[in-house]
């Protein structure tokens, strides 16, 4: 089962989950995974707006990934999930203690 199911609305910058979303996690949940469609060092204005985005795309979990983690991990009481960032760059991970790890891609 998709971790965002189709009722979550995808863009290029962020997911915007209905607002029942709870009820979308499912039980045997054990991490969550997206991608960030972007590399280390992009210029993602010209694709998410210029307001609040920086020049610069930094890599790894987003502010807005680290609470989604926090809400979910405290919605199902599962504290060892994880959520993986794959972008152009890396695949790295956070855990609820925002602890980030970065992890190599396969083929680099």
Known sequence: MPIFPDTWVAESCGINPPADWADDIPADLVGM???????????????CGYKGVETAYQGGPSDEDYETLMNIANLTQKF?????VVD???VSSVDVFRRVSIHKRCGC
């Open 88 to 90: 152009g760059s890396k």
């Open 33 to 47: 995974i997206h991608s960030h469609p972007f590399y280390v060092g992009e210029d993602r204005r010209s694709i």
């Open 80 to 84: 060892a999930l994880k959520s993986y």
